[in-house]
T-cell receptor
Framework: GQNIDQPTEMTATEGAIVQINCTYQTSGFNGLFWYQQHAGEAPTFLSYNVLDGLEEKGRFSSFLSRSKGYSYLLLKELQMKDSASYLC???????FGTGTRLAVRP | DVKVTQSSRYLVKRTGEKVFLECVQDMDHENMFWYRQDPGLGLRLIYFSYDVKMKEKGDIPEGYSVSREKKERFSLILESASTNQTSMYLCASIEVLYNSPLHFGNGTRLTVT
């Protein structure tokens, strides 16, 4: 089976940096996804990590440690439009954690 | 760009009705998925399919069935809708290649009264 844990809610300030953690336990692992989802909309793809290390894409970076069953999504220079839910998902049976609702304050 | 299309954005059905949720993707993806999303519970996998006429149960298949007669179409069926099936339903598809992302449809908000 699979178990994926993320914090339920986080709050950060515009312009700051925030790190959203995801821990997982799974019998099979073929990569980890991060998605962003604004209220009432479909999730949109942010990143995919297969190997250990940091992947950087503009203001967003994602890190993976397979031995620790751990990933994080790093958002830099936060903007108000980054207020959304962030979903961590495992590419085995493609299941997701419950998501982290991020609120960015002025 | 991959397009995953769900036939209805909003649907209202009565308890006991048979409900069909349709999903079509245009990129020849082998793998397709149905999720439901509820506040505080996140995305939960109902069923998935790796190929035509193949289906696998996800984490919460009870009360649902699926049909995959053609590669591009994956249907979710509620045999007898109940109020606890009121939810947002999301369809998704993905290529077999490991570095390809999961593409979601826009969702169907189903209300069972």
């Amino acid at each position: 089976g699979q178990n994926i844990d993320q914090p339920t809610e986080m709050t950060a300030t515009e312009g700051a940096i925030v790190q959203i953690n995801c821990t997982y336990q799974t019998s099979g692992f073929n990569g980890l996804f991060w998605y962003q989802q604004h209220a009432g909309e479909a999730p949109t793809f942010l990143s995919y990590n297969v190997l250990d290390g940091l992947e950087e894409k503009g203001r967003f970076s994602s890190f993976l440690s397979r031995s620790k069953g751990y990933s994080y999504l790093l958002l830099k220079e936060l903007q108000m439009k980054d207020s959304a839910s962030y979903l961590c998902g495992i590419r085995d049976k493609l299941t997701f954690g419950t998501g982290t609702r991020l609120a960015v304050r002025p | 760009d991959v397009k995953v299309t769900q036939s209805s954005r909003y649907l209202v059905k009565r308890t006991g009705e048979k409900v069909f949720l349709e999903c079509v993707q245009d990129m020849d993806h082998e793998n397709m998925f149905w999720y439901r999303q509820d506040p505080g519970l996140g995305l939960r996998l109902i069923y998935f399919s790796y190929d035509v006429k193949m289906k696998e149960k996800g984490d919460i298949p009870e009360g649902y069935s699926v049909s995959r007669e053609k590669k591009e179409r994956f249907s979710l069926i509620l045999e007898s809708a109940s109020t606890n099936q009121t939810s947002m339903y999301l369809c998704a598809s993905i290529e077999v290649l490991y570095n390809s992302p999961l593409h979601f449809g826009n969702g169907t908000r189903l209300t069972v009264t």
